[in-house]
């Protein structure tokens, strides 16, 4: 039996044996606690979940800043904490497939949410005839706009005496996010035309630069980072960079950057001084610690990477 299915029927054992015994209702709380208790997987989701459910809820993230949710595996505690939890979300589009794979198994159907599943998807072709839908909507922020509705919607639901408490705090977010949104529009049209392209470790972007104007001129591996690229695979990435004309290229927080450094000498660019959150947050404290921040973030080091002017936005406070 392969090692991550072993891990996942290890996890299965205990959340298996806790739901023969009940079957928790979605719309009540959890027994011996006042607040709905909700998980959310990825740190993107949970910093969402977090801004909309305030003090309302009972919040636990999963995946802590920097974990990596394409090769996570669950271990025997996560089972505990979906088996407790009256909501799951979740991104969806296969983003945790680990995590997926041990909800699916467990039959948690009716408490859980594809949050990111509200957008429809750009669909990648990984080869060989096979496409798939890039998980990584919140690179436009319209996209996570959509996302906070549904979570509103979806607490809410659960706790509908909270539900002035949730629109409030989902309006007062999604003004943020349109600020953002516009800001970073504004901050991407300042790198001169010929240099709008990305060249990141792993194809993440779309998203990001369909909604504000960046070519995706290469990535050193798909959509997901259990990818190994090739001796070839890297060759060809050289030479898309230098046909390309960009002064630098990108590692990411989540990802070794070895293989991309190695990239950027052989093309004769520079590798970006600092790495771009792609799908987690940064560690508390960072300037990358919230949805928000790793946006400002990011585009901040790519502007700036690029050859743009950069103008801090305003909004970017230490609460969120």
């Excluded at 054992?13 to 027994?31: G, I, N």
């Excluded at 946006?295 to 969120?320: C, H, R, W």
Aim: hydrophobic share 40%; with cysteine.
């Amino acid at each position: 039996m392969p090692n991550s299915e072993f891990r996942i029927l290890i996890c299965l054992l205990p959340l298996a044996l806790l739901s023969s015994c009940s079957q928790p209702d979605a719309s009540r709380t959890s027994p011996g606690t006042e607040k709905p208790q909700v998980v959310a997987t990825s740190t993107i989701i949970n910093d969402l979940a977090e801004r909309v459910g305030g003090e309302e809820i009972q919040l636990r993230g999963i995946l802590q800043p920097g974990d990596d949710p394409h090769v996570y595996e669950p271990v025997p505690a996560d089972s505990q904490a979906l088996e407790d939890a009256d909501l799951i979300l979740y991104n969806g589009y296969n983003l945790e497939p680990g995590l997926i794979k041990l909800m699916n198994a467990a039959g948690l159907q009716g408490r859980k949410l594809a949050v990111g599943e509200v957008v429809k998807p750009l669909q990648l072709d990984k080869g060989k005839g096979e496409v798939v839908p890039d998980p990584h909507v919140w690179g436009d922020v319209e996209n996570s706009i959509q996302m906070v509705n549904r979570i509103r919607d979806a607490l809410i639901e659960l706790s509908p005496e909270d539900k002035e408490k949730f629109t409030q705090n989902a309006a007062q977010l999604i003004a943020q996010l349109q600020k953002l949104d516009i800001w970073m529009t504004q901050q991407i049209q300042t790198i001169p035309a010929e240099r709008r392209k990305l060249v990141t470790t792993h194809d993440a972007f779309q998203y990001f630069g369909r909604a504000y104007g960046m070519a995706i001129a290469g990535t050193l591996i798909g959509i997901s980072t259990e990818e190994q690229p090739s001796a070839q695979t890297v060759q060809k990435l050289v030479e898309a960079v230098r046909k390309a004309g960009v002064p630098a290229i990108f590692a990411e927080t989540t990802i070794n950057p070895a293989l991309i450094t190695t990239v950027a000498q052989e093309a004769g660019v520079k590798l970006a001084p600092r790495q771009l959150y792609s799908d987690s947050i940064g560690a508390a404290g960072s300037n990358g610690d919230s949805y928000i921040k790793m946006m400002a973030a990011n585009t901040q080091t790519i502007v700036e990477a690029l050859g743009g002017k950069y103008e801090p936005f305003e909004s970017v406070t230490s609460d969120q």
